[in-house]
């Protein structure tokens, strides 16, 4: 009998009486995230840095002392290194987990998004090496070595360090340990570009020690006022290198 009462009782009333006695509450649709390129790139600057993160750029770098900061890099060569990292030239598990399924499209999307960001860069303080270790870095970056055959590092990276276009990348404010650890990737291997592979070459020319005063003075040296990659080199490379075929000796 009691049955066949509630069957006369409309379905709708019955939902409401049960939310009711439950104390449930109707659910707030969740907020719509916004479906632009910056929101889509959030996994990159949580690493290289945000708006939100000091210094207040995105793809500064942040105030980690190992990522690099990518804001205004080349988008030649920040296409290149994804490439890179998807296609397993470059060895890094986060990267490759992030870009191994996307198009070249939405990479090359991806380099021009970075490159057009303009971030300053902390500036850290001077290595503690004694000063002959400073200076013999120094020595390697404006100058070279030419008993070791190794070409100074502003002959292909720009007068200011700062790269050139279209795929040159800047060496000014990058922290000394990703410095140290690209350097190693190249030795041991882990790390290559499209052949020629000059930065390959250039780091088994290089002692540890050598390694180690180059990233002390570069991780040290401000960044211009002008951070912009050079419109060109002012000469050709000293040696061939296959990621910047334009600038062939």
Request: overall charge positive; hydrophobic content about 40%; proline content about 11%.
């Given at each position: 009998?009691p049955?066949r009462?509630?069957s ?5 009333l ?5 939310l ?10 969740p907020a719509r ?8 790139l959030?996994?990159?600057t949580s690493?290289?840095?945000s ?6 750029a995105?793809g500064?770098?942040?105030e ?7 804001a ?6 920040l ?11 470059r ?28 971030a ?18 120094r ?14 590092c ?7 360090l ?21 350097f ?6 882990s790390?290559h ?14 002692s540890?020690?050598?390694v ?9 040296e401000p ?16 040696l ?7 600038n062939?000796?």
């Amino acid at each position: 009998m009691p049955m066949r009462g509630l069957s006369r009782v409309p379905a709708v009333l019955l939902g409401c009486a049960w939310l009711a006695c439950a104390g449930a509450q109707p659910q707030t649709p969740p907020a719509r995230v916004p479906a632009s390129l910056a929101q889509r790139l959030a996994a990159c600057t949580s690493c290289h840095g945000s708006a939100s993160t000091p210094p207040a750029a995105i793809g500064s770098g942040g105030e980690r002392q190992y990522f690099p900061r990518i804001a205004g890099k080349p988008a030649g060569y920040l296409y290149n290194q994804l490439v890179n990292f998807r296609d397993g030239r470059r060895q890094y598990p986060l990267m490759t987990w992030m870009v191994q399924h996307l198009s070249d499209d939405y990479l090359h999307e991806i380099a021009d998004y970075f490159s057009a960001r303009h971030a300053p860069a902390p500036v850290l303080d001077r290595a503690t090496l004694p000063a002959a270790e400073l200076e013999r870095g120094r020595q390697l970056v404006t100058r070279g070595d030419t008993a070791l055959k190794v070409p100074a590092c502003i002959a292909c990276h720009g007068e200011r360090l700062t790269g050139a276009l279209p795929a040159i990348p800047g060496l000014a404010g990058l922290p000394r340990d990703y410095i140290n650890a690209q350097f190693g990737a190249w030795r041991n291997g882990s790390r290559h570009a499209l052949a020629p592979d000059c930065m390959g070459t250039i780091a088994t020319r290089l002692s540890l020690a050598d390694v180690s005063a180059i990233s002390a003075w570069l991780a040290s040296e401000p960044l211009p006022l002008d951070p912009a990659p050079a419109a060109q080199l002012a000469r050709p490379l000293p040696l061939a290198c296959g990621s910047a075929p334009e600038n062939k000796p």
